[in-house]
């Protein structure tokens, strides 16, 4: 299973706005060379996928990510609304889980977003689908905000706020291998509890690592792959421009 993780694309209204000095329109479609060469299996997009939450950018991502010719999921970041979101991605047939079959896998999408608050949160009722997988299987969780520290304050200002109740719902899902997360336009992998933890650099506009500042001079725009195997085994890596 060959999965794609697309995220912070920061689309607005107008095509030709400007984001962090780039083109966030140019830049996605400069990264569709790089996803139709890996061929994915299926798309995950993981949050603030526009810049203002307007209905215009929601139509272009699903006129963009509708023609790899394979099933799309997704779920909002801090800048999106999902009551915006839903019908097109609903009209598209794409899927919001929270719990996706991806052969031997589970693959669960948490919302971490709420409207108007950059930082992220994880209510009970959002953990709730980790309590319904077979703990048995394979798992892998998307969610927008990070749930632990990236090294960089400009964006670690903003994470998922009191992770422990993720991270204790996460332990006792059991068969958790991974969480990945968008949100901090940086590339990173650590481990918390044992368990990796990987972020999806920006397919707008990327900041170099560790900074305490948004410092442009990573490359854009990025995507992160996985490719899943029966039995839990994966791995992962970037593709760009």
């Known amino acids: 299973m060959r999965v794609l993780q697309v995220t912070d694309c920061h689309l607005a209204a107008d095509p030709g706005a400007d984001y962090r000095g780039q083109s966030a329109e140019r830049n996605l479609h ?36 509708s023609g790899f010719g394979c ?10 609304d999902r009551s915006r979101m839903q019908d097109p991605f609903d009209a598209a047939g794409w899927d919001a889980g929270p719990v996706i079959e991806a052969g ?3 693959l669960v999408l948490l919302d971490s977003a709420w409207v108007d608050e950059p930082a992220g949160r994880l209510t ?11 703990g048995m299987r394979p798992v892998g969780i998307f969610v927008h905000h990070q749930p632990v520290p990236v090294g960089a304050a400009w964006i670690d200002k903003v994470p998922l706020v009191e992770p422990d109740a993720f991270w204790n719902a996460t332990e006792a899902a059991g068969g958790v291998r991974f969480v990945a997360f968008g949100h901090v336009h940086q590339r990173f992998r650590g481990r918390h509890r044992g368990i ?24 854009a725009p990025m995507a992160r792959w996985f490719v899943l195997e029966d039995g839990g085994r994966w791995s992962s890596g970037l593709i760009g421009v």
Request: contains cysteine; glycine residues 4%.
């Open 30 to 65: 400069r990264l569709s060379a790089a996803v139709e060469a890996f061929e994915p299996d299926r798309l995950v997009l993981t949050g603030d996928l526009s810049e203002d939450a307007s209905p215009a950018s929601y139509e272009r991502i699903v006129d963009w990510a």
């Open 196 to 219: 990796a933890c990987l972020a999806a650099p920006s397919a707008a506009a990327n900041s170099l690592a560790g900074m305490p500042r948004f410092t442009p001079g990573e490359a």
């Open 104 to 106: 031997d896998w589970q």
């Open 71 to 80: 099933p799309v999921a997704w779920l909002p970041g801090n800048h999106d």
């Open 124 to 134: 009970p009722e959002r953990l709730e689908p980790l309590k319904r997988l077979d």
